[in-house]
């Protein structure tokens, strides 16, 4: 998300400083680019004291097998680093808006939920939500919570992901092998993630104040892991076949109703991110 919504934003004309982990391989002229991590209290303040209009914290472990293998890990960067950044954007003179990418895994968990290891990113996430109201809150207008779902896209997405593991394959005729087939997906498109985030940008710079202060950025369209397969498959003219194991669910539950109204489809967006891999 943060490569497509910092070019994005550097097309509008705003000054961007970006602070990853990996610079990407290809860099933009019109763009401030920090190798760092968050964790690194020294650099973060040295980076702050430059300061900015306003901080968009996309940076996380998202990833659920390295939030489960890695509980505490998950924790540090996502809720340690996220609280100590928060702190040290309140104490600055011209303290700057703050928004914060989470996650529909969020809408899961309500106080009587048992803690679970396996949803540890999840719950990282709604403790970081809960420190967002507790540095700004709500009626200052000047922090906006962005849940997102399943966000797809890029030929250089995470690898590991259900969606490019079933573009791998269906490219290169290999089998595809589902375990779960009742799983459903939420999927979004970058491109309505980058719009609805730079919006909100233009809204807040424009009267000073965001228009609300949570979005859930996913639409009533879900897919479930085996019409997922087959219509990659489709779209792709692989010759893959598909072995589907029956069994259990991982599903957590009903999912509410996402605030996307207008959308790119899955068919249409995954035809856009198929052009984009073959073309790579």
């Not at 573009?167 to 979004?188: E, G, W």
């Amino acid at each position: 998300v943060g490569t497509s919504l910092s070019k994005k934003l550097a097309e509008s004309g705003h000054q961007i400083c970006c602070v990853d982990l990996a610079l990407p391989d290809t860099k933009l002229d019109s763009i401030e680019y920090h190798q760092g991590d968050l964790t690194d209290h020294q650099q973060v303040d040295q980076l702050l004291s430059e300061g900015f209009d306003g901080i968009i914290h996309l940076a996380a472990i998202s990833r659920a097998g390295i939030a489960r293998a890695q509980p505490v890990l998950c924790w540090n960067h996502n809720v340690h680093a996220t609280s100590s950044l928060l702190q040290k954007c309140v104490l600055l003179l011209n303290s700057p808006w703050f928004i914060l990418a989470s996650s529909r895994e969020v809408e899961y968990l309500t106080p009587d939920t048992p803690y679970d290891i396996k949803n540890t990113y999840g719950y990282t996430k709604k403790v970081s939500e809960e420190l967002i109201s507790l540095f700004y809150p709500v009626n200052t207008q000047r922090a906006c919570i962005f849940r997102l779902s399943d966000v797809y896209g890029t030929a250089n997405d995470h690898q590991g992901k259900v969606l490019s593991l079933f573009l791998n394959k269906a490219m290169d005729h290999q089998p595809i092998t589902i375990d779960n087939p009742a799983h459903r997906c939420f999927f979004t498109h970058i491109d309505d993630v980058v719009s609805h985030i730079v919006a909100e940008v233009e809204q807040i710079d424009g009267r000073g104040a965001f228009s609300r202060s949570i979005y859930k950025l996913w639409s009533e369209e879900s897919v479930d892991l085996v019409t997922l397969a087959r219509l990659i498959i489709r779209l792709t003219n692989s010759r893959s076949e598909l072995s589907i194991a029956q069994t259990a669910s991982g599903q957590m539950g009903e999912t509410p109703a996402g605030d996307l109204a207008h959308y790119i489809g899955l068919e249409e967006g995954l035809l856009r991110l198929i052009r984009e891999m073959q073309r790579d």
